[in-house]
């Protein structure tokens, strides 16, 4: 089955613990993308990556790292949380341009 | 900055009623999105618009992306519970980052 897998789904931690959401795609797509979704802002755009070793900042990258070295895989990495960070993140892919397809989610939140 | 409106924020209706939402910009964009969301989910495509003046049908959701490219309609007939859940716009302004621009979406309940 076609699919974007964000793990964890659930995380709680505290501030200025480093953590990592792992991002994975099966569908062979080049462009892959991270998301914030936060009440009253939408969906905000964290980071994107154009293909493999390619990333560029997105609206919203601060406080955020991520790295692409191979296809399938895009990790965000914060390395020193802080609650402002609390959000529900998506990552997302694509073949085409938009036509996103996107992973189920993983709430976050820094206390 | 482009920026996408749409309207309403929340609409609240009962199952078999009609509605309309929608999503408007200053801006032209190449093609326009339109996604649903559903609690605890990831956004999921329904459709794609690309031509101005473009009527896509899927059951009984209507797209209708405007002639000039800046604005577009969803129309739901009949509404069915089953089609509770945030409704998303997002056009793509045709760069070479594949940006979407992305509305604030508009939050339905159906209620039996």
């Known amino acids: 089955e076609a699919q974007v897998t964000q793990n964890p789904r659930y995380l709680i931690t505290v501030t200025g613990k480093k953590l990592t959401v792992t991002c994975s795609q099966n569908m062979n797509h080049e462009y892959m993308s991270w998301y914030r979704q936060d009440p009253g802002l939408g969906l905000r755009q964290i980071y994107y990556?154009?293909?493999?070793?390619?990333?560029d900042k997105g609206d919203v990258p601060e406080g955020y790292k991520v790295s692409r070295k191979e296809k399938r895989n895009f990790p965000l990495i914060l390395e020193s949380p802080s609650p402002n960070q609390t959000s529900l993140y998506f990552c997302?892919?694509?073949?085409?341009?938009?036509?996103?397809?996107f992973g189920n989610g993983t709430r976050l939140t820094v206390t | 900055t482009q920026l996408l409106e749409q309207s309403p924020q929340f609409l609240s209706i009962q199952e078999g009623e009609n509605l309309t939402v929608y999503c408007n910009s200053s801006?032209?964009?190449?093609?326009l999105q339109w996604y649903r969301q559903e609690p605890g989910e990831g956004p999921v495509l329904l459709v794609t618009?690309?031509?101005g003046g473009e009527v896509k049908k899927l059951k009984r959701l209507t797209f209708q992306f405007g002639d000039a490219r800046k604005d577009s309609s969803l129309h739901i007939t009949a509404a069915q519970t089953g089609d509770t859940g945030l409704y998303l716009c997002a056009g793509d302004n045709a760069g070479n980052n594949r940006k979407l621009i992305w509305g604030l979406g508009t939050s339905l309940a159906v209620n039996p």
């Open positions: 997302a892919s694509s073949l085409s341009p938009g036509r996103l397809h």
């Open positions: 801006s032209v964009f190449s093609s």
């Open positions: 990556s154009m293909n493999v070793e390619v990333t």
């Open positions: 618009v690309v031509t």
